[in-house]
Structures are given as structure tokens and as C-alpha cells.
């Protein structure tokens, strides 16, 4: 049976999300935005206030939250700043290939550190030549003993700046592309490690973005999240967990666009009357709800099958690049809304679509998504219909079969679906001129 409504627990998290997102957060989204700095108060409060660092399992101490509870919260920080939630969710980015991984000591270790301290964690497969291709990893690990040794630099990473920790992904042969692909977690203040000079953005500005440099890093056995040839399906296994948040935030910021447009139409005067009565603006408005509520059901769909052990790949991908593609035509729209107005600092929609943008590009591009996605409508996903070849309804028979009394066999054209009846096929189609090679018995 199914049920779209969340539990007890869920809606009272979803309030207290809600409570901290419009007290701590959307006063300052606008600060940050414009002095392009994480608020690393709003973060430290969001620790105290236990609404960082939820996914940690009970057994190492956490409260255990699935992705149901991640995708609420998110929606919730989004509408309220984009960047300042992209900080606050990049703990959980971070710590899911620590979680996800084999390594017991390591997990009770740094799992123990990060509830019992303020710590951020970081997440970075990304490189100066190298995004959504996470098989073109460069960043060499080299076999040093029991130890690795780190060269290479990471590129885009949120918090790298500001985090304590990272989980590095790293490749002990570039040519052997996921084959030789691994994971650490590495310490910022280990020797060798740098942070570049914050990257500036776009949108999201609330969150901070950097390089990271790693000279001769030495990184002890004990910190090996995944060795060499199980550090690419370490990295699958985190986006496939992640991406219906990147989903949650788009429908955050979708929301919140939906309803600073739908407030300002009904109190906007122009020609005489609020410009909600016009139906150009009712039609934009009923398509922007549309696009939030179809994109939380995405979201929610792929966050559900990961919480019920359903591999949850697929869903992750079309929640995360209709939910952000959405959110970009409902900020669009709300400006559109806005008129004027609306591309000025004076309002929050400009923010809104600065930020939004990023959301097609992280952890997988649109067209990386569509990539999976056509990959398994074509060569995974079993259809219904049988094969155009063979399908039963055909135009030039009767229904009742007394065209075909006799027996004769039936052969259809693979090109243009001309019927034919007959020993053979005819030399040659009388539709499409194919030749009889054209022709499948059926």
C-alpha cells in the first residue's frame, strides 16, 4: 500500500528544520551572499541544534535518519538559502563513503569525533580537468609499505576550506581509469596538505568552494576506505545515496521561488487590478506548483527505495535532473513574475536563480543523468509491448482472421510495418520499397 505521508517523527523534524531555517538562516542568506563567506556560526548552530550529522548510524552513536529524513531537512534549509544548505548537507556528502565502507575501525573512530566535536567533513573526487568523469581520476596514491602515498590536487570542493576532514578519492594507475580508483580519509592538517584560495561563484556563496593540493601526503592503512579497484563503486554507491538531496534542494529552491512569485502577484497592481487575476500569471504560477510537487515525489520515490535496500540508481538520477532542471524554469519564471523588480537585489528571486544553476552541474551533470537513464530505458528495463515486428494488431487483416482461412503465412515489413500473407515475403515492398530481407515471419 502505498503512502506519501510522513510519519510522526518525519513531521516533527520537518518543523524543526523548518523553525531553524526561517530563524538562523534566512536572515543572514542575503549577508553571506553578498561577502561570499559560509557562515560557520549558522553551521555550528545547526550541530547543536542536532540537525547536521542525522545518517550517522545508532550503533556508532548517531540518530540513525535515512533519506527520507535527509531529503526533509534539505527542502527545508534550501528554501531558505541554497548555499548556506549546501554547506550544512556537504557533512553528509562527506561522510557517506566513510559509512558505506568496510572499514569498522576507521567508522567508529572518526564517527566518534565528528558527533562528539564540531567537525566538518568534505568530499572530493573532482579535479582541475576532471568533474563528472569520475574515472578520469589523476591524483596519484602511490604504495608506500602498509601506507599511501597522496599526489594531486582536487578541484570544486565544498568546505574543502573549512573541513576537518575529507574523503579523498584518489587512482593508483590513471590508465587503468575505475580499475584503479581508491578512497581515503584523510586529515587537512596531515603535512602536505594545502587549500587554494576560495573559488569564487556564480550562486551559492554561502557555501565555500576550493582546491586542494596534496604533496607527498602519507596516509597510514588504517585510513583506507576502499582499495585500489573498489574506490569507483564506493563513489557510485555515495552518488546514488546523495543525489536525491541535490534533488531536495532544487525543490527548496523551487518552492521558495513558487511562493515570493505567488505572494508578490497577489498584492502587484498593474492595468487596473492585481496582476494575480490575469490567467498568464495563474498559468505560470499552477506550472511552477506543478514542477515542485512532481519533483518532491521524484525525490521522495528515490529516497524511499534507498531507505527499503532498493537499489536506488536509476530513481536518484531522474529526481536529481528533472527536480534541478525544474527548479531553474520555476526561479526563471518567478522573476519573469517579478518583472523588474525581480533582477534586482531588492528581492531574493536573482539569488534564487544564481543559485539554482549549480544544481544541474553537481554530482552529475543533466546530461550525465540522461546518460544513466537512457542506458537503462534501452539495455536494463524490460518492456511490455512485444517487438514492433511482432506485434498482433495488423492493419491489412481482418480481426475475424478470414483473410488468412487458408493458412498462409504472415510476414511483416521491419521498416515500414506493411503486412504481407503469402509463402514468401514479396521481392519487395509495396510501401517503402525495402527488398524481401525487409520481412519477418510473424
Same mark, same amino acid.
Given at each position: 500500500?502505498?503512502?506519501?505521508?510522513?510519519?510522526?517523527? %518525519?513531521?516533527?523534524?520537518?518543523?524543526?528544520?523548518?523553525?531553524?531555517?526561517?530563524?538562523?538562516?534566512?536572515?543572514?542568506?542575503?549577508?553571506?551572499?553578498?561577502?561570499?563567506?559560509?557562515?560557520?556560526?549558522?553551521?555550528?548552530?545547526?550541530?547543536?541544534?542536532?540537525?547536521?550529522?542525522?545518517?550517522?548510524?545508532?550503533?556508532?552513536?548517531?540518530?540513525?535518519?535515512?533519506?527520507?529524513?535527509?531529503?526533509?531537512?534539505?527542502?527545508?534549509? !534550501?528554501?531558505?538559502?541554497?548555499?548556506?544548505?549546501?554547506?550544512?548537507?556537504?557533512?553528509?556528502?562527506?561522510?557517506?563513503?566513510?559509512?558505506?565502507?568496510?572499514?569498522?575501525?576507521?567508522?567508529?573512530?572518526?564517527?566518534?569525533?565528528?558527533?562528539?566535536?564540531?567537525?566538518?567533513?568534505?568530499?572530493?573526487?573532482?579535479?582541475?580537468?576532471?568533474?563528472?568523469?569520475?574515472?578520469?581520476?589523476?591524483?596519484? !596514491?602511490?604504495?608506500?609499505?602498509?601506507?599511501?602515498?597522496?599526489?594531486?590536487?582536487?578541484?570544486?570542493?565544498?568546505?574543502?576550506?573549512? !573541513?576537518?576532514?575529507?574523503?579523498?578519492?584518489?587512482?593508483?594507475?590513471?590508465?587503468?581509469?575505475?580499475?584503479?580508483?581508491?578512497?581515503?580519509?584523510?586529515?587537512?592538517?596531515?603535512?602536505?596538505?594545502?587549500?587554494?584560495?576560495?573559488?569564487?561563484?556564480?550562486?551559492?556563496?554561502?557555501?565555500?568552494?576550493?582546491?586542494?593540493?596534496?604533496?607527498?601526503?602519507?596516509?597510514?592503512?588504517?585510513?583506507?576506505?576502499?582499495?585500489?579497484?573498489?574506490?569507483?563503486?564506493?563513489?557510485?554507491?555515495?552518488?546514488?545515496?546523495?543525489?536525491?538531496?541535490?534533488?531536495?534542494?532544487?525543490?527548496?529552491?523551487?518552492?521558495?521561488?513558487?511562493?515570493?512569485?505567488?505572494?508578490?502577484?497577489?498584492?502587484?497592481?498593474?492595468?487596473?487590478?492585481?496582476?494575480?487575476?490575469?490567467?498568464?500569471?495563474?498559468?505560470?504560477? !499552477?506550472?511552477?506548483?506543478?514542477?515542485?510537487?512532481?519533483?518532491?515525489?521524484?525525490?521522495?520515490?528515490?529516497?524511499?527505495?534507498?531507505?527499503?535496500?532498493?537499489?536506488?540508481?536509476?530513481?536518484?538520477?531522474?529526481?536529481?535532473?528533472?527536480?534541478?532542471?525544474?527548479?531553474?524554469?520555476?526561479?526563471?519564471?518567478?522573476? %519573469?513574475?517579478?518583472?523588474?523588480?525581480?533582477?534586482?537585489?531588492?528581492?531574493?528571486?536573482?539569488?534564487?536563480?544564481?543559485?539554482?544553476?549549480?544544481?544541474?552541474?553537481?554530482?552529475?551533470?543533466?546530461?550525465?543523468?540522461?546518460?544513466?537513464?537512457?542506458?537503462?530505458?534501452?539495455?536494463?528495463? %524490460?518492456?511490455?509491448?512485444?517487438?514492433?515486428?511482432?506485434?498482433?494488431? %495488423?492493419?491489412?487483416?481482418?480481426?475475424?482472421?478470414?483473410?488468412?482461412?487458408?493458412?498462409?503465412?504472415?510476414?511483416?515489413?521491419?521498416?515500414?510495418?506493411?503486412?504481407?500473407?503469402?509463402?514468401?515475403?514479396?521481392?519487395?515492398?509495396?510501401?517503402?520499397?525495402?527488398?524481401?530481407?525487409?520481412?519477418?515471419?510473424?
Amino acid at each position: 500500500m502505498l503512502n506519501f505521508q510522513l510519519s510522526p517523527e %518525519q513531521l516533527k523534524l520537518q518543523k524543526k528544520a523548518r523553525k531553524f531555517a526561517l530563524k538562523e538562516i534566512l536572515p543572514v542568506a542575503w549577508y553571506y551572499d553578498e561577502i561570499d563567506e559560509t557562515p560557520l556560526p549558522v553551521l555550528k548552530k545547526a550541530y547543536e541544534s542536532e540537525l547536521i550529522n542525522g545518517g550517522i548510524p545508532k550503533k556508532y552513536g548517531g540518530n540513525g535518519w535515512g533519506l527520507i529524513e535527509a531529503v526533509v531537512l534539505t527542502e527545508e534549509f !534550501a528554501a531558505a538559502c541554497p548555499g548556506i544548505a549546501t554547506s550544512i548537507f556537504d557533512n553528509s556528502l562527506g561522510m557517506e563513503p566513510l559509512q558505506l565502507c568496510n572499514n569498522e575501525p576507521l567508522k567508529k573512530k572518526y564517527f566518534s569525533k565528528i558527533l562528539n566535536d564540531f567537525k566538518l567533513i568534505c568530499f572530493a573526487t573532482s579535479e582541475p580537468t576532471m568533474g563528472s568523469d569520475v574515472a578520469g581520476i589523476r591524483c596519484r !596514491a602511490q604504495r608506500d609499505g602498509d601506507a599511501y602515498i597522496l599526489n594531486g590536487t582536487k578541484y570544486w570542493i565544498t568546505n574543502g576550506g573549512i !573541513a576537518d576532514y575529507m574523503s579523498i578519492f584518489a587512482t593508483v594507475d590513471p590508465d587503468s581509469q575505475h580499475k584503479g580508483i581508491c578512497a581515503f580519509l584523510v586529515e587537512k592538517d596531515w603535512s602536505g596538505v594545502s587549500i587554494g584560495r576560495k573559488i569564487p561563484k556564480l550562486g551559492q556563496r554561502g557555501s565555500n568552494t576550493v582546491g586542494i593540493n596534496f604533496k607527498d601526503v602519507r596516509v597510514p592503512k588504517e585510513n583506507v576506505m576502499a582499495p585500489p579497484g573498489e574506490g569507483f563503486v564506493l563513489a557510485m554507491q555515495t552518488f546514488s545515496r546523495t543525489r536525491p538531496a541535490i534533488g531536495a534542494f532544487a525543490v527548496g529552491t523551487a518552492r521558495s521561488a513558487m511562493e515570493f512569485a505567488t505572494d508578490y502577484a497577489k498584492k502587484r497592481r498593474a492595468f487596473g487590478s492585481k496582476i494575480a487575476n490575469f490567467q498568464a500569471i495563474q498559468h505560470k504560477i !499552477a506550472e511552477m506548483y506543478q514542477k515542485v510537487e512532481t519533483s518532491r515525489l521524484l525525490v521522495w520515490k528515490a529516497a524511499w527505495e534507498a531507505d527499503n535496500q532498493i537499489d536506488p540508481t536509476i530513481s536518484a538520477s531522474i529526481a536529481k535532473f528533472y527536480a534541478t532542471e525544474a527548479a531553474l524554469e520555476v526561479a526563471n519564471e518567478a522573476l %519573469q513574475i517579478f518583472g523588474g523588480y525581480g533582477y534586482t537585489k531588492m528581492f531574493p528571486i536573482e539569488k534564487l536563480l544564481r543559485d539554482a544553476r549549480l544544481y544541474r552541474i553537481y554530482e552529475g551533470t543533466s546530461e550525465i543523468q540522461r546518460y544513466i537513464v537512457s542506458g537503462y530505458a534501452m539495455n536494463v528495463y %524490460q518492456p511490455v509491448m512485444p517487438p514492433l515486428e511482432d506485434l498482433p494488431i %495488423q492493419r491489412e487483416m481482418d480481426p475475424t482472421g478470414a483473410e488468412n482461412e487458408d493458412g498462409a503465412t504472415v510476414w511483416r515489413c521491419r521498416i515500414c510495418g506493411h503486412v504481407h500473407y503469402g509463402d514468401e515475403p514479396p521481392d519487395e515492398c509495396p510501401y517503402c520499397f525495402f527488398p524481401k530481407s525487409a520481412f519477418k515471419k510473424i
